[in-house]
């Protein structure tokens, strides 16, 4: 272990020194102009050639419960919602993974809300027992929990540790987590350290833009990436960059997070932590989704995409019109592409409502529903439907489109 101080504890210290790596990164979010960022773009482009190839990992979430204890604000399963709550059994989680698997699925990220009595510890060590019967990757989105109640679980399977800061500003923190075991900010920002110590390999942060203001949370999060690359040195970094969206309870997201400004974002990142893993979630519009594909995502969630997945692969995860493989942007086309993704109007004029932030999602050309009796997202169609307040699938109940927690690293 390099650092004894936990991260939290550096957060406090106003006067803590900040690294070469961080003041350049804070340039490079600062306001630029079209040319500015297409050189970004770029420099992108060819980093994340240089370091992935032309590799996509792909990862399905499977929701085990939406049991939880917690208030958050921004989300539809806070514990004062009345919705419906639904913890499935072991068998019903294995039908889960087997529909996955047989479609091709090698990656699985177990994800629930926090509630000891129906999410128990041991439950959880049942379920990666189970699942990794049948996938050789798993993740888990659960509960913080102390390195000695993670020991178990990596041995029983998991290897991933995905945990959201949600928001590094301490005050916005307080106000959007009401009550319960989350409140707690400290606890939560030191997890992704307690899991590194129990034995996970993977560690994924991220935070909900849409909370506070994004270059301020940016910037605390680089400080995180810094901080994990020293201290969980063998661990694989990875970052989300969820936007949010309007929950069950009320809740609309106070900042916003352009199309502009996520490429700008997300370039920043990987020109300055090129060896770290960005994850996205395919609920972004298409046009955008595919220009960020180009520039550095390195792993995206389908859960929404499955039918498209199943039937052509990667080809799947691009526009419905265009046909074969690939791809979409080559390095020459960067700049134009940028232009056009902000100035022009798509030919599908649904995916400009979605793009522009429409409040459900709706218009999307890329949600496909299958079978809902047979799918975790046909499991939460189905409580959505039966929910006395949520008239939502759970993509609209949870603050990033269902994926808010759902990232992979
Ligand atoms: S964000 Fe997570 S912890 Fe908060 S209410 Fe939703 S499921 Fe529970």
Redesign the pocket.
């Known amino acids: 272990m390099l650092s004894v101080m936990t991260f939290a504890t550096l957060l406090k210290n106003p006067s803590r020194r900040v690294s070469r790596i961080l003041t350049e990164f804070s340039r490079r979010l600062e306001p630029i102009d079209d040319a500015g960022l297409s050189d970004m773009a770029r420099q992108s482009q060819s980093i994340s050639r240089r370091f992935f190839g032309r590799t996509m990992r792909l990862f399905a979430p499977l929701y085990f419960s939406?049991e939880?204890?917690?208030?958050?604000v921004?989300?539809?399963?806070?514990?004062d919602?009345r919705i419906l709550r639904v913890t499935l059994t072991l068998d019903q989680i294995e039908q889960e993974a087997r529909y996955l698997a047989e479609r091709g699925f090698r990656s699985l990220l177990l994800v629930?809300?926090?509630h000891p009595k129906f999410i128990p510890n041991h439950y959880v060590e049942e379920v990666i027992q189970r699942v990794s019967q049948i996938v050789p990757s798993i993740g888990l989105e659960i509960?913080p929990l102390e390195t000695e109640d993670y020991r178990p679980l990596v041995q029983a399977g998991a290897e991933a540790l995905v945990v959201?800061q949600?928001t590094y500003d301490r005050d916005v923190y307080a106000t959007l987590?009401t009550a319960?075991p989350?409140r707690d900010f400290d606890w939560r920002v030191e997890c992704p350290e307690r899991g590194y110590d129990a034995g996970f390999r993977r560690l994924g942060i991220g935070a909900l833009f849409g909370l506070s203001d994004w270059r301020q949370e940016a910037l605390r999060l680089a400080e995180h990436v810094e901080y994990l690359l020293r201290r969980c040195w063998r661990a694989q970094i990875t970052i989300a960059l969820p936007r949010l969206r309007p929950a069950a309870g009320g809740f609309t997201p106070k900042v916003k997070l352009s199309d502009r400004d996520l490429i700008q974002l997300l370039c920043a990142f990987r020109i300055s932590f090129p060896q770290i893993g960005i994850v996205l979630s395919t609920r972004e519009p298409a046009a955008l989704r595919d220009l960020l594909m180009n520039l550095g995502v390195t792993t995206m969630t389908v859960g929404k995409w499955r039918a498209r997945f199943v039937e052509r692969r990667l080809d799947g995860l691009v526009d419905e019109d265009r046909p074969g493989r690939p791809p979409s942007i080559m390095l020459d086309q960067v700049e134009e592409v940028i232009v056009a993704t902000l100035e022009e109007k798509p030919k599908n004029a649904n995916r400009l409502v979605y793009a522009t932030g429409s409040p459900s999602g709706s218009g999307s050309a890329i949600d496909v529903e299958e079978d809902p009796k047979k799918t975790s997202q046909g499991f939460w169609h189905s409580v959505a439907k039966r929910a006395p307040v949520c008239t939502g699938a759970p993509s609209q109940q949870?603050?990033a489109g269902g994926q808010?927690?759902t990232i992979q690293p």
């Open positions: 939406n939880c204890i917690n208030n958050c921004y989300c539809g399963f806070s514990r919602n629930s809300g926090e509960a959201y949600e987590h319960g989350k949870h603050p808010g927690h």
